[in-house]
């Protein structure tokens, strides 16, 4: 029974197409993340939700858009790619913030 | 801002310790300190976390400095499997940062 699991798992697509990234946790999490992990492997947080609700919003560019239908999902809508978009992006949840964190196995994205 | 520093790299023979440090010169009072530990093409795994005593569990040790500016992971007796990026990460209201990862070779 997967934990976190995010769809797809590959995603290649042309710049200036709009995707989405899919998101759900079986654990009865709270708090719900996105990461970005660019080529040189630097993890950065992107959004957090608990409860549905926005907690946490790094300078991420708008056309970046969080969406939590509610606390099990949090899915990614990503508008107009771009090339440098391309990077792996993981989900995590934890309890509530602060607590350990369970990841997906990440969301490879390729922009041509 | 916020802030964690990990050497690049380290190495290791299997069964010896491992101690991987990180320095987080800048946190906060609330903030935690977390490792995650990442395999080639998996997410980050949770290692350990703790946020002024040391703690132990059953993957590792976690020593946190008195200061809480610096912290070290150890791995009291390496395999194989342990080869990985190691992530310091701090977590406190409205903050996650993770830093660059340290990448363990064990050697057999």
């Known amino acids: 029974d997967t934990a976190v699991s995010q769809t797809p798992k590959y995603l290649v697509t042309q710049m200036g197409n709009d995707k989405s990234i899919k998101c759900e946790q079986n654990l009865g999490h709270d708090t719900m993340y996105w990461y970005k992990q660019d080529s040189k492997k630097f993890l950065k947080i992107m959004f957090s939700?608990?409860?549905?609700?926005?907690?946490i919003n790094e300078t991420v560019p708008n056309r970046f858009s969080p969406k939590s239908p509610d606390k099990a999902h949090l899915n990614l809508h990503i508008n107009s790619l771009e090339l440098g978009d391309s990077a792996v992006y993981f989900c995590a949840s934890s309890q509530v913030l602060n607590q350990p964190q369970h990841f997906g196995d990440g969301t490879r994205l390729s922009i041509l | 801002d916020a802030k964690t520093t990990q050497p690049n790299s380290m190495e290791s023979n299997e069964e010896e310790p491992v101690h991987l440090p990180c320095n987080h010169s800048t946190i906060s009072g609330t903030d935690y300190i977390h490792w995650y530990r990442q395999l080639p093409s998996q997410g980050p795994e949770y290692v350990i976390h703790?946020?002024?005593s040391n703690v132990n569990n059953r993957m590792a040790s976690l020593a946190i400095a008195e200061d809480r500016k610096s912290s070290t992971l150890i791995l009291h007796r390496a395999t194989l499997r342990d080869a990985a990026v190691y992530y310091c990460s701090l977590q406190g209201a409205q903050k996650l940062v993770f830093g660059q990862g340290t990448r363990l070779t064990i050697n057999p």
């Open positions: 939700y608990n409860n549905k609700e926005l907690i």
């Open positions: 703790g946020l002024t």
